[in-house]
């Protein structure tokens, strides 16, 4: 790759480029649920009112996703603002892939229906609605469909239940009908049935390592079929809501039996496992479990012998899955290849909960760094406790961490991820997000006087939306109402835009203040290079700045 041409009408600053993501920060619709508005983050505020400020398309189209109903998440987010470009993404590949028919042509699905039709089982293991931020449940119809024309008599379901991209109880609004869906399959001869299932964030879907424990309770769940019994996921929902008071995604996980002792859909040897997420960062464990013959992680007891697949390839450098059914999309040139290219020391940091988030999806979903001389990453570890009962997570240590770098005089560009807006934002919990803003406010003025003192730039923005819309509206704007009352919690993340500010202590009047509106957050990417004093790719989207 050829490095960055510089710019002749600007150079850069003596400090660094210092890019701060607020996950999960956008900017509100409505006053009423706006935990960033309603936050003490007096700094935060000061600093859109008085510093160049735009907003950012962070959702849909912006951010290569099928369509502008789709809200934007961390890893599309990511993505755009580490390369520049907008790539269509998980979802829009396997809609197309399942429309056009080019998945089931594909060396994988004949493979697993090969399998799967010499008397085994096909099991689907995944996030069961239609968030389509991980996954759609129309993918899963559209591949039950498929096998069933394809003469696979025999398909398990384990349903992990979502409660974070979708409204917090809304499971049985997905599960009731697929259990009729089902009846009316199995009238013409076959055998779906659902096998097992949990909350999200109690089994299989960890990410980064952070806790391989729920990955065990999934292995134990679907694989093993170890658990308690239910005789139908409903039952199971509508029982263990009542017994922990917990909303879907923190559920409990439980196994489907008939007679109270026998699982209906314990994984056996000659089964095929499809694993029907798109997303990767929530997707790379569970696969290894089933995938690496050296996992050690937590014993596979059983570990029975099946052709595994996952819906795409979710590391691409680690090639995890072996099998997958529709290629990922295939991002390059991104900005922090371009700045080793340039000769860039740099810096990235957060927590566990998204540190893959400013080194692997940022840099194209690529693991490992593009030169080990010129790139820093640090991981904090984050806590291994639900996230309202501890709102300001690691945001303390990776300001510490971040400011340690930037008085070390080593980087010229620092990326950071502060998770609070989003992480608590998913909880529903109202006073912990505005605790979470408040610490996030506190550390944000840490990072602007250690900006100001080395006379480097600060760019604050956002991957999507979340904090920003913790109650549910109707078409008419107004909040809606629980049975008790009070307003209905949303933890899923919003359609808003997202903030886009640039503070630069030593500004000599070389662009406008003036930004330019209407951009998405893949401007990031090309900001970051020019105010480095490099010009922009020619293929990137257009900055947020103009030169005068």
Not at 71 to 82: L, Y
Not at 134 to 158: D, P
Request: proline residues 5%; negative net charge.
């Amino acid at each position: 790759m050829q490095a960055l041409e510089r710019n002749p009408k600007f150079l850069g600053r003596k400090g660094p480029v210092v890019l701060v993501i607020m996950d999960g920060v956008g900017i509100g619709k409505y006053k009423e649920g706006d935990a960033v508005l309603d936050s003490p983050t007096p700094f935060l505020h000061k600093l859109m009112k008085t510093l160049p400020f735009t907003t950012l398309k962070a959702h849909g189209t912006a951010v290569g996703l099928p369509s502008d109903a789709d809200m934007g998440n961390s890893e599309v987010g990511h993505n755009a603002m580490g390369c520049g470009r907008v790539f269509a993404q998980g979802a829009k590949l396997v809609s197309e892939a399942i429309k056009s028919g080019k998945m089931f042509e594909g060396a994988t699905w004949k493979k697993a229906v090969e399998e799967a039709k010499k008397g085994g089982t096909m099991h689907f293991i995944g996030l069961f609605s239609d968030g389509n931020v991980h996954s759609h449940i129309e993918h899963l119809k559209g591949m039950i469909e498929q096998a069933k024309a394809e003469g696979v008599k025999k398909v398990r379901i384990h349903a992990l239940l979502d409660g974070r991209d979708v409204p917090e109880t809304s499971a049985l609004d997905y599960v009731i009908p697929f259990e009729e869906y089902l009846k009316q399959i199995n009238a013409q001869g076959f055998d779906y049935r659902f096998a097992s299932g949990g909350g999200r964030m109690n089994i299989t879907m960890d990410r980064y390592g952070a806790n391989w424990d729920m990955v065990r309770r999934g292995w134990e769940t679907h694989v093993a079929g170890k658990g308690r019994y239910f005789k139908t996921v409903a039952e199971a929902i509508e029982t263990l809501r009542a017994e922990t008071k917990a909303i879907d995604q923190d559920l409990p996980p439980f196994v489907i039996a008939d007679d109270g002792k026998t699982p209906v859909g314990a994984v056996k040897d000659g089964d095929v496992v499809i694993y029907f997420n798109f997303r990767g960062d929530r997707a790379i464990e569970i696969s290894e479990a089933f995938d690496n013959p050296d996992f050690d992680k937590f014993p596979r007891d059983p570990m029975p012998k099946v052709f595994y697949a996952g819906m795409m390839e979710y590391d691409g450098d680690l090639h995890i899955p072996n099998h997958y059914l529709v290629n990922p999309p295939e991002i390059n040139e991104t900005l922090g290849e371009y700045l080793c290219a340039s000769n860039v020391r740099q810096f990235a940091i957060s927590e566990t909960q998204k540190y893959g988030h400013v080194t692997y999806f940022f840099n194209g979903n690529r693991t490992g760094k593009f030169d080990e001389a010129l790139e820093t990453y640090q991981e904090i570890p984050s806590d291994i406790i639900p996230f309202e009962q501890r709102p300001w997570m690691q945001c303390a240590e990776i300001t510490d961490a971040v400011i340690a770098a930037i008085e070390s005089g080593k980087y010229q560009f620092i990326r950071l991820n502060f998770p609070n807006g989003d992480m608590v934002g998913h909880t529903g919990v109202y006073q912990a997000v505005q605790v979470s803003m408040g610490a996030l406010d506190i550390c944000l003025e840490r990072l602007y006087n250690a900006v100001k003192k080395a006379g480097g730039i600060m760019i604050v923005t956002a991957d999507h939306g979340n904090a920003d819309d913790m109650y549910e509206h109707d078409k008419t704007g107004a909040v809606k109402l629980d049975k008790n009352g009070e307003p209905r919690r949303k933890t899923s993340h919003s359609l808003n835009p997202v903030p886009c500010f640039i503070y630069d202590p030593d500004y000599k009047g070389e662009y406008s203040q003036e930004l330019n509106t209407g951009l998405g957050i893949s401007s990031v990417a090309g900001t970051c290079a020019e105010l480095l004093g490099f010009k922009a790719p020619s293929d990137y989207d257009k900055p947020v700045i103009n030169w005068k």
